[in-house]
């Protein structure tokens, strides 16, 4: 199996901060007998995002996304894929509790922005995060 790291973040093309997260993927998809065989990167845009996408998919079997799926604006990447795979973005309600469970335990006022998070593509799988508030989640679809 050939896996792509997509990593999504103006902020890296920018040098503003260091890919961490694809590094630690490679190291999980090799312990796991996946072979990486690209890593890229691309800024908080949605039409470079969606192109990406479809360079991915034409030349891996999996696409490991990370970044932009915080509450701000830029955070377009729940947006982009749903928007790739003709899918509706839906409020997954256990995610909007566990984001509110993550403001009581700092005791604090959730902000309503957060509320993004919670939204998921169609057929989308919430994942936990036990340090932060955006779950990740895992979209499996045949062949695009």
Same mark, same amino acid.
Do not use: H, W
């Given at each position: 199996?050939?896996?792509?790291? @997509?990593?999504?973040?103006? *902020?890296?093309?920018?040098? *503003?901060?260091?890919? $961490?997260? %694809?590094?630690?993927?490679? &190291?999980?998809?090799?312990?796991?007998g996946?072979?990486?065989?690209?890593?890229?990167s691309?800024?908080?845009? #949605?039409r470079?995002i #969606?192109?990406?996408?479809? /360079?991915?998919? #034409?030349?891996?079997?999996?696409v490991?996304?990370? &970044? &932009?799926?915080? +509450? $701000?604006?830029?955070?377009? $990447?729940?947006? %982009?894929? %749903?928007?790739? !795979?003709?899918?509706?973005?839906?409020?997954?309600?256990?995610?909007?509790?566990? /984001?509110?469970?993550? !403001?009581?335990?700092?005791?604090?006022?959730?902000?309503?922005?957060?509320i993004k998070?919670? #939204? @998921?593509?169609?057929?989308?799988?919430?994942?936990?995060n +036990?340090?932060? $508030? %955006? +779950?990740? !989640? /895992?979209?499996?679809?045949?062949?695009?």
């Amino acid at each position: 199996m050939i896996a792509e790291i @997509l990593c999504i973040g103006s *902020e890296l093309l920018l040098g *503003e901060i260091i890919n $961490t997260n %694809a590094a630690y993927i490679s &190291g999980r998809l090799l312990s796991q007998g996946i072979d990486a065989y690209y890593q890229t990167s691309v800024g908080d845009n #949605k039409r470079r995002i #969606k192109d990406a996408l479809d /360079i991915a998919f #034409k030349r891996s079997d999996m696409v490991i996304i990370t &970044g &932009g799926l915080g +509450p $701000t604006d830029d955070d377009i $990447t729940s947006e %982009a894929i %749903a928007e790739y !795979f003709n899918k509706e973005l839906i409020i997954d309600k256990e995610s909007v509790y566990r /984001i509110e469970n993550y !403001f009581r335990r700092l005791k604090r006022v959730m902000p309503e922005s957060n509320i993004k998070q919670a #939204k @998921l593509p169609q057929g989308a799988r919430a994942m936990l995060n +036990p340090v932060g $508030t %955006a +779950p990740g !989640f /895992i979209l499996e679809l045949e062949n695009k």
